[in-house]
């Protein structure tokens, strides 16, 4: 399924892209979609290899069964096809290749994942043809720790949820947290992403 351009969700017949079975399949994902009105659900934009290696850490060195087995985003389609996006989540199911402690997820890599779900806004909003297409950067992120992010050989789902707080120009400030399927949070973070006034 290309990204963006078929809608999923935990009754379709259609055999959807694997990374969304993946999620699809497991209970708690799939009741979290179930609660989601009007609901868009498909594999995250960024896991797609580009052909001048751009967004490469998440489309192929992260890509793989033991480290980020699957990444699929949702949100709930704005009445308005016109209205820009302000929520969004993400489901990423983690491996022991992205391990500090063992078990534990890096801290460097959830910092990862907080910033690409965070800027999943942008991406989606660029995608749907509501935003300006421009790149953008980070800013800063800043991250607060609240339990470790566990992994497993056999993968550990987390969910991360992100919302657009303020928007100022160029700049559009958010923030978002990480929850395991017990709803425990597990960070959170607040950033800053700037519109390029051109392409890097």
Aim: with cysteine; net charge neutral; aromatic share 6%.
């Amino acid at each position: 399924m290309a990204a963006g351009t078929q809608k999923q969700t935990p009754t379709r017949e259609a055999v959807p892209d694997p990374e969304v079975a993946h999620f699809l399949a497991i209970p708690w994902c799939a009741a979290q979609l179930a609660a989601t009105p009007d609901l868009v659900f498909e594999k995250c934009i960024t896991r797609t290899p580009k052909p001048q290696y751009e967004e490469a850490l998440m489309a192929q060195t992260l890509n793989r069964p033991d480290a980020i087995k699957a990444y699929a985003v949702f949100y709930s389609q704005p009445a308005n096809p016109q209205d820009l996006l302000t929520e969004v989540g993400a489901f990423l199911t983690l491996g022991p290749m992205v391990n500090g402690w063992r078990g534990i997820c890096h801290g460097g890599i959830v910092m990862t994942i907080m910033d690409e779900c965070l800027g999943q806004l942008a991406a989606i909003n660029r995608h749907r043809g509501v935003a300006p297409n421009a790149e953008q950067m980070t800013a800063y992120l800043n991250t607060k720790f609240l339990s470790p992010v566990r992994t497993s050989t056999d993968g550990t789902t987390v969910m991360v949820k992100a919302r657009i707080t303020k928007r100022e120009g160029r700049k559009q400030f958010v923030e978002g947290h990480m929850e395991d399927a017990n709803g425990t949070v597990l960070c959170r973070s607040e950033g800053l992403f700037i519109q390029l006034l051109a392409k890097i």
